[in-house]
């Protein structure tokens, strides 16, 4: 409690400051919120719980698509991002360029409204949006379905800027020399903001252009813009969240980098390096990919995960160090040590277990040869739920346990139940990613939610897709509780003036004689990884080979 | 989580270039990915890759460059059910897929391709094509170069059957072409019947949106995309017999869910 720099922080700034990052936590949690209901509702369709019509069903697709993805993830982004670059910054006491970042509140918020209201009246043509599915019944709505992701992107972008010239603007009057690692990191991330605001307004733009009836086609380059669009604003989320725990980290133990700012500097630049470059996996199934492509997508897809292994390491290596300083035992002994009173650490924790679970299932869908037998199956929400809702999502959610009451000045709801909640949600991934990943090596696609075919199907499709309904079950149940408890602690009872929040348990670790530097937790975690990596990796050959086909070069 | 400094001593575990090897160890999945042979760069592949290709086998990415037929790069196509501007058009492909039926169809319903009706389906299209040429229509774009490959040299397209000897055995180790049809929701034809070690070549055509053309075999399937208005082509070699679906997996609308079929392997 003594270093929380966070807590501290945000306290300081002003009150302008506090209502616009207020504003954006509230958008984040109300869609949080939605997507998990609309989340739930699809789960539960699938599963068979409910019987919805098929336009329905994929309007609620849609809209959790949108919603979660696009509106929670982004909102909670533009908050962390301003916090971080203000907090952060040595003499930065304020969002420079305050009223860029209001309109951008103002643009993301108009998108939201408008992608929701145009989803409801028959825009249901999933958050990917092609424009080849876009109906003459439905193509209006459509047009301003784009207008709402146009104003996303231009609210990202809002918001962005702000965020990089407060950490920008104490240099340029030349008051500090050089930027601390996480201030360098949130002007990373802000630019990748922007990168990818500016790849959102490319595709989306013709698209809007098209269906208002402006422009007569729409290049089917929108499939290629949409892939490079969407690689980077999943891996943004997940920079973010290494981010998000290389902060949260010091502030529940104290702990600084034994690396030094400068290699965690490099690593956050990396995240600049490694993932624009690395979307070519998406596309492998695509008929008419050339083989070049093909082979630079593998290769290129390999070093996907490098700056956030890197950073785990540097994290678990800080950590363990500055444990075994105080006292902890062997290799696993300093982890009993962390401050698991925390809510925080309890989430933080999780979510390093669920992304070497959904990190170790994505590296199977890397390898092209692979793409025929999972992508466009289940396999893919399976997997990736893990790493948007188990790692991402929680991640997000901890840092507001410490930033809503700091912003609210109102005590954290119930912290001693928010300690289960992970373990909670964990339980219902492991349910939910475990018969998600089955179904998608059995076959079961994705986007389909009557999957009988008749009674051709396999009889085991749909007993496999009950236990995504159940996993989805708990995994609700946890976000609820979250979603209460972030409301809870906006409008709970305010502490009296003057009068301290307790603060969450936490360790100091810091500022001593650290002894000999050994830590073997990170490395002997990345061996575990990525021996699960093989294992998926030759569950995946072995189903292939074993396929009554030979699919060959030919034709000719 | 800034630096601290004050450290007596240091094992290799908190090594940065220690560190950084380990952070790269995922690269070592390429390892596996070549005892499989499928390495993206040909290690680990038994076979002498063929120029321009990788050596991989079992997968139809190997066949997608042939598959293109001329096809434009995705960048060229247009949407709304425009015309491709080069290859098969989705009119086209329509009329080899309503020819193929009918030539095909078994008194079940079901679709049973042969070398004959290939055969039939070739000198019909090659007719039709003939009439056009004679009336002045449009320049044909089709399946032209695929099948002036397949019949022997000096041949004219659709009179193969025609030819005597020589030819027949060389149209006997061609694979059968099966001709699909994917359109708002709904295949031509929707069942098929097939033969096991026999070669067939899957043409299949998204001829109004994108779809799937995917194939389960029960602990697994076969995933297959095929973009709007774009000729695909894949050589298939079913092993087992058995009834199998076939199931679009690209979302192409509300009635993506109504549309399968099933092939028949005897």
Same mark, same amino acid.
């Given at each position: 409690m003594t270093q929380n720099v966070l807590v501290d922080g945000l306290k300081k700034l002003p009150n302008a400051d506090k209502n616009l990052l207020k504003a954006f936590i509230a958008m984040a949690v109300l869609t949080l919120a939605l997507g998990v209901l609309y989340g739930v509702t699809n789960a539960f369709t699938r599963a068979g719980f409910i019987e919805l019509e098929a336009e329905m069903a994929y309007q609620m697709l849609t809209l959790h698509g949108v919603t979660i993805f696009f509106y929670w993830l982004y909102f909670v982004q533009a908050a962390l991002v301003l916090i971080l670059a203000v907090v952060y910054t040595e003499s930065a006491d304020a969002i420079a360029w305050r009223p860029l970042a209001r309109f951008g509140f103002i643009a993301m918020t108009i998108g939201f409204i408008l992608n929701e209201f145009c989803i409801l009246n028959g825009a249901s043509i999933l958050y990917n949006a092609p424009p080849e599915v876009v109906t003459e019944d439905n193509r209006a709505q459509c047009a301003y379905f784009y207008v709402g992701y146009l104003l996303l992107g231009v609210g990202q972008f809002l918001v962005a800027v702000p965020a990089i010239y407060t950490a920008l603007k104490p240099k340029l009057e030349g008051k500090i020399e050089t930027w601390s690692a996480v201030s360098f990191a949130a002007v990373a991330w802000a630019g990748l903001l922007i990168v990818s605001a500016m790849a959102a307004i490319n595709i989306f733009l013709p698209a809007a252009s098209w269906a208002f009836g402006t422009s007569q086609t729409v290049s089917m380059g929108y499939v290629m813009g949409w892939n490079l669009l969407f690689h980077n604003v999943h891996y943004l989320p997940l920079m973010a969240t290494a981010l998000v725990w290389y902060v949260l980290v010091e502030v529940m133990a104290g702990v600084k980098s034994i690396f030094g700012r400068r290699f965690s500097k490099i690593i956050f630049a990396s995240y600049l390096v490694f993932v624009p470059p690395t979307s070519l996996y998406h596309m492998f199934l695509e008929p008419d990919l050339s083989e070049v492509v093909r082979v630079l997508g593998s290769l290129l897809s390999l070093f996907i995960s490098v700056p956030t292994l890197l950073l785990f390491m540097v994290i678990v290596a800080s950590l363990e160090v500055h444990g075994r300083a105080h006292g902890g035992k062997g290799i696993f002994g300093w982890i009993r040590m962390l401050p698991w009173g925390n809510p925080v650490m309890n989430a933080v924790g999780m979510a390093v277990v669920n992304l070497a679970i959904g990190g170790a299932l994505s590296f199977v869908l890397i390898m092209e040869g692979l793409a025929p037998l999972l992508s466009d199956t289940f396999f893919v929400p399976g997997y990736f739920h893990f790493l948007t809702v188990g790692t991402v999502t929680l991640t997000f959610i901890a840092a507001l346990l410490y930033i809503i009451p700091a912003l609210s000045g109102r005590d954290l709801w119930n912290p001693s139940l928010l300690n289960k909640i992970p373990y909670l949600l964990t339980f219902g991934l492991l349910i939910f990613g475990t018969a998600g990943v089955t179904a998608g090596y059995m076959?079961?696609? %994705? %986007?389909?939610?009557?999957? +009988?075919y008749g009674g051709d199907a396999p009889a085991a499709w749909s007993t496999i897709m009950t236990c995504i309904g159940i996993g989805a079950i708990f995994m609700t149940a946890a976000l609820a509780v979250y979603v209460y408890a972030l409301t809870a602690t906006f409008f709970g009872p305010r502490r009296s003036p003057g009068e301290e929040l307790p603060g969450l348990p936490a360790v +100091?670790? #810091? #500022?001593?004689?650290?002894g000999r530097r050994t830590a073997w937790f990170g490395p002997l975690s990345v061996m575990v990884l990525v021996a699960g990596m093989y294992a998926f990796t030759v569950l995946g050959f072995n189903l292939m080979d074993g396929l009554a086909i030979n699919v060959i070069a030919g034709g000719h | 989580m800034e630096t601290e400094s004050n450290m007596n001593g240091q094992s290799i575990s908190t090594h940065k270039g220690f560190v950084f090897v380990v952070g790269l160890s995922? !690269?070592? !999945?390429y390892l596996l990915w070549a005892a499989y042979g499928h390495a993206p760069l040909g290690f680990g592949s038994d076979e002498e890759p063929p120029a321009g290709d990788t050596g991989r086998e079992h997968s139809e990415e190997d066949a997608m460059p042939a598959m293109k037929m001329d096809m434009p790069a995705m960048g060229g196509m247009e949407m709304g059910g425009h015309g491709m501007g080069g290859g098969m058009s989705a009119a086209e492909f329509r009329r080899r897929v309503e020819a193929f039926v009918k030539i095909n169809t078994l008194p079940d319903g079901s679709v049973r391709p042969t070398r004959q009706g290939m055969a039939k389906l070739k000198a019909m299209m090659g007719e039709a094509e003939e009439a056009e040429h004679e009336g002045g229509g449009e320049e044909p774009h089709d399946a032209k170069p695929e099948e002036a490959e397949h019949a022997p040299p000096g041949d004219m397209p659709g009179m193969v059957m025609e030819k005597p000897g020589g030819a027949e055995e060389a149209l006997d180790e061609e694979p059968i072409e099966v001709y699909i049809a994917a359109s708002r929701w709904s295949y031509e034809p929707a069942e098929l019947r097939l033969e096991t070690g026999v070669q067939y070549k899957f043409l299949m055509m998204g001829t109004d949106t994108s779809h799937g053309a995917s194939i389960n075999f029960v602990r697994a399937s076969h995933m297959i995309r095929l973009r709007a208005n774009a000729l695909s082509q894949n050589a298939i070699t079913f092993t087992q017999p058995g009834e199998y679906l076939f199931y679009c997996t690209v979302y192409c609308g509300v009635g993506h869910d109504k549309m399968f079929g099933k092939i028949i392997v005897e």
């Open positions: 076959g079961v696609p %994705r %986007r389909v939610f009557d999957i +009988s +100091s670790w #810091g #500022g001593v004689a650290l | 995922v !690269l070592s !999945l």
